[in-house]
């Protein structure tokens, strides 16, 4: 398999949970090294951006207002298979469907507040981690 680089965000209401930790321990805990990381405040242009793909969507106003409702912790992911390991990780978008023992059963409360984002396809990834890391400052290790 081949070592993958992926984009992680722990969303508002797992940092208002204080389970940064306990989700960031999953990754390593299967294998995932982070590779970059930060805590930082999203602005609304950001989290539009970002969600851009979603624009259309009936619940894209809901999405952004939830993503700046408070800090994320924006972590790039390496390993092997690491785009498909995290999403495994993650569980289902909407936590009442995820399963047992993934991130979202354990931690998220909706569809909107669902403790996690995860890039989804390897083009993706190369986009999310370019918008959030742009530059030098990522690390392979
Ligand atoms: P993900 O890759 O599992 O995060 O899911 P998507 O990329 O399809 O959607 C991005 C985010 O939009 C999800 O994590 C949810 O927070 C939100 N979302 C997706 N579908 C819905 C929906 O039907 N209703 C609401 N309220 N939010 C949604």
Redesign the pocket.
Same mark, same amino acid.
């Given at each position: 398999m081949t070592v993958e680089r992926t984009l992680s965000i722990i969303?508002p209401d797992a940092v208002a949970k204080n389970v940064i930790g306990q989700i960031v321990a999953r990754f390593e805990g299967a294998g995932l090294k982070v590779a970059a990381a930060k805590l930082v405040q999203l602005s609304r242009a950001e989290a539009e951006q970002f969600?851009a793909? *979603?624009a259309a969507?009936?619940?894209f106003k809901?999405?952004v207002d939830?993503m700046v409702s408070g800090p994320v912790f924006i972590q790039v992911l390496e390993g092997e298979g690491a785009i498909a390991k995290n999403r495994d990780l993650?569980g289902?978008?909407d936590p009442k469907k995820a399963a047992a023992g993934t991130i979202r059963a354990d931690f998220a409360e909706s569809?909107?507040a669902?403790a996690v *984002?995860?890039s989804?396809a390897p083009e993706t990834a190369a986009v999310e981690i370019a918008f959030f890391f742009p530059g030098l400052n990522v690390y392979s290790r």
């Amino acid at each position: 398999m081949t070592v993958e680089r992926t984009l992680s965000i722990i969303k508002p209401d797992a940092v208002a949970k204080n389970v940064i930790g306990q989700i960031v321990a999953r990754f390593e805990g299967a294998g995932l090294k982070v590779a970059a990381a930060k805590l930082v405040q999203l602005s609304r242009a950001e989290a539009e951006q970002f969600y851009a793909v *979603h624009a259309a969507r009936p619940f894209f106003k809901d999405l952004v207002d939830f993503m700046v409702s408070g800090p994320v912790f924006i972590q790039v992911l390496e390993g092997e298979g690491a785009i498909a390991k995290n999403r495994d990780l993650m569980g289902a978008t909407d936590p009442k469907k995820a399963a047992a023992g993934t991130i979202r059963a354990d931690f998220a409360e909706s569809i909107d507040a669902n403790a996690v *984002h995860g890039s989804d396809a390897p083009e993706t990834a190369a986009v999310e981690i370019a918008f959030f890391f742009p530059g030098l400052n990522v690390y392979s290790r």
